[in-house]
């Protein structure tokens, strides 16, 4: 009998384990294939929060990769100016939107800017985050604990290689790629 009783406690903690894991991954769906993202809520729980609400509520859906400079990394996420399909996008104002929530604390951690990192984008105000992220191309490490790393890309990042690259320095993007849908899996 106990080790039945064990058994069954074994088999609650693998499935536990199982639906938390999948609580955490996120599918970003682009043209050219889906993407993996693994939150990490333990080191930016408010902001893998309010990514989730968001993308949960179809807020990310056809919004544009607004900046993306080559070897840097894609940011996209401006809900307000940068969703293709709303009344209110507006491509040369892509970047300075956000949701109608308020901005979020910053939450800094240990984690590098590494190539695949999910960042979330602010202003100079390091409490201004909002709705906007981008992912690294490759190594930033100058970013480090400088804006707050929320998930990392686990599969798919020959997806995000292909996102049109913008122009100049600041990678601004006259025909810009476009989130298709993001949602957790």
């Given at each position: 009998?106990?080790?039945?009783?064990?058994?069954?406690?074994?088999?609650?903690?693998?499935?536990?384990?199982?639906?938390?894991a999948?609580?955490?991954?996120?599918?970003?769906?682009?043209?050219?294939?889906?993407?993996?993202?693994?939150?990490?809520?333990?080191?930016?729980?408010?902001?893998?929060?309010?990514?989730?609400?968001?993308?949960?509520?179809?807020?990310?859906?056809?919004?544009?990769?607004?900046?993306?400079?080559?070897?840097?990394?894609?940011?996209?996420?401006?809900?307000?100016?940068?969703?293709?399909?709303?009344?209110?996008?507006d491509?040369?104002?892509a970047?300075?939107?956000?949701?109608d929530l308020?901005?979020?604390?910053?939450?800094?951690?240990?984690?590098?800017?590494?190539?695949?990192?999910?960042?979330?984008?602010?202003?100079?105000?390091?409490?201004?985050?909002?709705?906007?992220?981008?992912?690294?191309?490759?190594?930033?490490?100058?970013?480090?604990?400088?804006?707050?790393?929320?998930?990392?890309?686990?599969?798919?990042?020959?997806?995000?290689?292909?996102?049109?690259?913008?122009?100049?320095?600041?990678g601004?993007?006259?025909?810009?790629?476009?989130?298709?849908?993001?949602?957790?899996?």
């Amino acid at each position: 009998m106990f080790k039945f009783f064990n058994l069954i406690i074994f088999l609650l903690m693998i499935l536990t384990n199982n639906i938390n894991a999948k609580e955490n991954i996120m599918i970003l769906k682009l043209k050219d294939g889906d993407v993996k993202i693994e939150m990490f809520p333990d080191v930016a729980p408010n902001h893998v929060k309010r990514i989730k609400e968001l993308a949960n509520n179809g807020k990310y859906d056809n919004v544009v990769f607004h900046r993306v400079i080559e070897g840097f990394m894609a940011q996209t996420g401006d809900v307000k100016f940068g969703n293709s399909s709303s009344k209110n996008f507006d491509l040369s104002r892509a970047g300075i939107g956000g949701s109608d929530l308020p901005d979020l604390k910053q939450e800094f951690n240990n984690l590098p800017h590494e190539r695949g990192t999910v960042s979330m984008a602010r202003s100079s105000d390091q409490d201004s985050a909002n709705s906007q992220f981008f992912i690294c191309f490759d190594a930033a490490p100058f970013l480090d604990r400088q804006y707050t790393v929320f998930g990392k890309v686990i599969e798919g990042m020959e997806f995000i290689d292909k996102i049109i690259k913008g122009e100049g320095q600041n990678g601004s993007v006259s025909n810009p790629d476009k989130i298709i849908s993001f949602k957790s899996e």
